[in-house]
């Protein structure tokens, strides 16, 4: 195992911000409908930052990495940086390579979140 999967593998098993957040002011759960995984993230936003953040999944090892890492990125972020957080962003956050079927299991995390800040209620596929 190199360094960088090692790194998926700490954040896997032992994710930042996993668990609900009481008081949150936008939630969302997004699903990849290839196979079925599933994240849900909460956002507590204040004067337009995230002040907190939380995330559940049932999912893969990078579904589940890469959202613990995007939360970890974004708390105490300004809403319209997170908003505009590129999947680029988060193959770099990740940093090993990801085969075209993985892009998905990468974006999860991110697409949940922006889908929250964005109010949008039922995610469409
Ligand atoms: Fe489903 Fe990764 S295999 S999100």
Same mark, same amino acid.
């Given at each position: 195992?190199?360094?960088?999967?090692?790194?998926i593998?700490?954040?896997?098993?032992? #994710? !930042?911000?996993?668990?609900?957040v009481?008081? %949150?002011?936008?939630?969302?759960?997004?699903?990849? #409908?290839? !196979?079925?995984?599933?994240v849900?993230i909460?956002?507590?936003?204040?004067?337009?930052?995230v002040?907190?953040?939380?995330?559940? %999944?049932?999912g %893969?090892?990078i579904?589940?990495?890469?959202?613990?890492?995007?939360?970890?990125?974004?708390?105490?972020?300004g809403v319209?940086?997170?908003?505009?957080?590129?999947?680029?962003?988060?193959?770099?956050?990740?940093?090993?390579p990801?085969? #075209?079927?993985?892009v998905? !299991?990468?974006?999860?995390g991110?697409?949940?979140?922006?889908?929250?800040?964005?109010?949008?209620?039922?995610?469409?596929h």
């Open positions: 195992m190199n360094m960088y999967q090692q790194h593998m700490e954040h896997y098993g032992n #994710p !930042c911000n996993y668990g609900t009481q008081d %949150c002011t936008h939630q969302h759960t997004d699903f990849n #409908p290839l !196979c079925g995984d599933e849900t909460q956002v507590k936003v204040e004067d337009d930052k002040v907190n953040v939380g995330f559940t %999944c049932k %893969c090892a579904s589940k990495a890469s959202t613990s890492m995007l939360t970890e990125h974004v708390e105490g972020k319209e940086i997170v908003k505009n957080i590129k999947n680029e962003d988060m193959m770099q956050m990740l940093n090993i990801i085969s #075209p079927s993985r998905n !299991c990468v974006l999860l991110l697409v949940a979140i922006k889908k929250a800040l964005y109010g949008v209620e039922h995610a469409e």
